[in-house]
Nanobody, 125 residues
Framework: QVQLVESGGGLVEPGGSLRLSCAAS????????MSWVRQAPGKGLEWVSA????????TYADSVKGRFTISRDNAKNTLYLQMNSLKPEDTAVYYC??????????????????WGQGTQVTVSS
């Protein structure tokens, strides 16, 4: 069965960095684009970033552009999100998500068939 397991969240001070990981299993990871989506306390889901299956194409929400970097290692079936210059408004639960079709690069919050359990990122001094 498909499993997505995020890790790497935690408490960090403003201006700090974290790297999130998403370990994938149960499907042909290298064939699918992947996305990161977050949910801040009391708010709805926000799409953060996406990467195509080969890793050549990446796209970001304006709110994280220039600070976050999405990447993947298809040999390790793992998706990453490097987060630099973190701000308090980046505080959220971060999810990795898989689209239902291998031809899709999803830049929304509602076109996924599998989600991870999420990892908490808290940016606070």
């Amino acid at each position: 069965q498909v499993q997505l397991v995020e890790s790497g969240g935690g408490l960090v001070e403003p201006g700090g960095s974290l790297r999130l990981s998403c370990a994938a299993s149960g499907f042909a990871f290298r064939r699918y684009s992947m996305s990161w989506v977050r949910q801040a306390p009391g708010k709805g889901l926000e799409w953060v970033s996406a990467i195509n299956s080969g890793g050549e194409f990446t796209t970001y929400a304006d709110s994280v552009k220039g600070r976050f970097t999405i990447s993947r290692d298809n040999a390790k079936n793992t998706l990453y999100l490097q987060m630099n210059s973190l701000k308090p408004e980046d505080t959220a639960v971060y999810y990795c998500a898989k689209p239902p079709l291998d031809s899709m690069v999803v830049v929304t919050t509602d076109e996924y068939d599998y989600w991870g359990q999420g990892t908490q990122v808290t940016v606070s001094s």
